[in-house]
Structures are given as C-alpha cells and as structure tokens.
C-alpha cells in the first residue's frame, strides 16, 4: 500500500514527524504545503511491529528526502511511539488523543463556525489524567474545550478491560448497586474495585459498548480488540427510538450523561438480546443529540463532528448523523483519514503545525 498525500491549506515552515498512537498506528510526514501518512503499521505491541514502525520512518523520510527537524506524538506516556519520541533527540510537542481525533476534522474541512467534535472511542490520555471516550470537544484546532462526557466509571484490571468486557460491566452494575457474576475470584476483583486498586477511571464509550456486550449476554471475554461492540452491532435491527441518559452539568463545567439505569435494561433477559442492542444504540445516539441540543442553547451555532473508534459502527453513526440532520445540524465525518486510531498522526500535525501557521 502506498503512502496517502494530503495538499494542506496552510504552509509548514520546518519538516514534522507525527508518530501517532499505540494501537492502529500510521505516522504522518509534513513539510511545505504537504501531508503524508503512513501506510497502516498496526499496534506497536511487539519487538516486530516497532521495527516496522522504526523502518517507516526511516523509510519515508528517504523516499521524499526530507528530514523531520521536530516529532509530534500522543501524551500518554505509556505509548511505545511516545517513548520513541522522547528519545529520537528531536524537539517533541505531545497532543492529547482525543484532540488529535477532533482536529482530523478541520483538517479535511475548511468551516468558519467553531467545531463541536464527539469523540468517541476506546480509551485515550485525558487532560486531567483519566481515560477518556466520550468526550465532545468545541472549539478548533489549539483551542478546544471539553464540554461534555459521561460519568466516569472503574472497570477492574485496567487495560485488561479491553479484552474482557465482563469488566466494564461489573464496574456499571457495582456502581448502579447490582450485583454481577464475576466469572473468577470475585471477591478479590470486587475488593480491588471497592479500592479503585487498578480500576482507574474511564468515560469511554467504546467501554459502555463492552458492557452492553457483556450484560447481553454475547460475549464476557473477546477473542479480538472490538469483538463486543462489534456483536452488538451485528445484533441490531432497527435503532428506533430511547430516551437519552440524564444530563448533568459536573463541578468542572462539563456536561455528564449518566449511564446509570444501562445496566438494569441490559441485563433483562426478558428482553430479546436484538431489543436490547437496539435500545442501546438508540440510547447513545438520543444521548448525543440531547448533549448537542444543550449546548447550542449555551455555546450558540457550530459544525458537529464525528470522529473516534466508536464511530466505525454504522447503526450509531447513521442513526446519530439523521437525527442532527433533522435537527437542522451538519455533520461531517472524517473521509480522507480513519476516523480511528489511524487518524491521529495527521490530527497530530493539523493540531500543532496547523495551528502554529494559521495563527
């Protein structure tokens, strides 16, 4: 697969290598008016895909003959491309994840009005150190402003939480005051959680999905990254129409939608798990709406954007995208980028180089 160029509507001073994220990763090269991405390198979980991705950057600064003279990279610390920035010896500007996501969309988009970007996802570095996955974000590229998310909630094992969905979904059922059948040692997880021992917490929606797996009944522990939500994706018919979650203003200003009543529906089984998937999915996509409803009255007229993982799904997102659409919103969609994990290398450079020339 050969390398995507991208013409950029802003003019790049120094050469700048944007290294990406942990899973799904690509790298992105810009200098002039140019951007190129990567090739797909994948997750950079093995000694093998971090020489790949050792070799692309090599690689594709030869092959344009150009030399990056400063990195761009996600702020995790825990990223193995972060900890190749820190050492490449070249000056380093870190962005969150989840503005790398919003910023894709002012990229491919030229919009005078400010942006409203959903970014939903797995889990991402926050600004305030949690996982974030739910996040809107309002502003433009440099200048974002977390306005609203949903109410954080602990699954027990950290990042094995991802692999394991029942995870997510005892931490919404011991959070609402359910029970749940722990599948082992349920004691010493409930306790860990009850400590927030290895539970931090989360306002990922791509977490809320593993829940809703889990609850439904499709799958406790995943063979693949995405098989849950992936199910229940599979498992719906026709969204139809759920009342949103309730809307909360948190003491940091940020409009919460609490999940809390999720778990006692989900887990019904006296409803089909087709019922459920689909009331789910409609849940997520009223919640949406009724989060940008709100702050329209508050921030007054924007785009709205969608772009993360969770995004992927096509039930949600056309669901999501005729409900803002009747409501006289436009929406748009990364085209040119994943609006995955693959995206945030050139969401790295719009979100540093962009804004530096364009101010």
Known sequence: MAPRELDLQFHVAQPVLAVGGHMKNNIA???????????HIGDLDSPRSLKVFEQVIHDLQQLYKVKAERVVCDAHPGYASH????????????????????????LEYDRAKPWLVFTWDGVGYGEDGQLWGGEALLGSPGQWQRVASFKPFYPPGGERAGREPWRSAAALCWE????????????????????????????????????????????????????????????????????????????????????????G?????????????????????????????????????????????????????????????????????????????????AGQIMEIVGTESLS
């Open 176 to 263: 609402a005051g359910l029970d749940y059948p722990v599948p082992r040692e349920p004691e010493l997880v409930r306790a860990a959680w009850q400590k927030r021992l290895n539970s931090p917490a989360t306002t990922a929606v791509g977490r809320l999905f593993d829940a809703a797996a889990a609850l439904t009944g499709l799958v406790s522990v995943a063979s693949y990254e995405g098989q849950g939500p992936m199910l229940l994706e599979a498992a719906t018919s026709d969204t139809g129409h759920a009342d949103p979650m309730p809307l909360q203003m948190n003491a940091r200003h940020v409009l919460e939608a609490d999940w809390s009543a999720l778990p």
């Open 29 to 39: 090269l810009a200098w002039a008016d140019r951007l190129i991405i990567s090739p």
């Open 265 to 345: 529906w989900l887990a019904d089984n006296t409803l089909s798990v087709t019922e459920r998937a689909n009331r789910f999915h409609a849940c997520l996509a009223s919640t949406l709406l009724a989060q940008t409803q709100a702050l329209r009255i508050q921030h007054g007229d924007f785009n709205v954007g969608l772009s993360g993982g969770v995004f992927q799904n096509k039930r949600l997102t056309e669901t999501v995208i005729a409900l803002l659409e009747g409501d006289g919103l436009n929406v748009y969609l990364p085209a040119l980028v994943p609006c995955n994990d693959g995206g945030l290398s």
């Open 83 to 106: 900890r190749w920035a820190q050492q490449s010896g070249l000056p380093v500007r870190t962005v969150l994840h989840h503005h790398a996501h919003a910023a894709v969309l002012a």
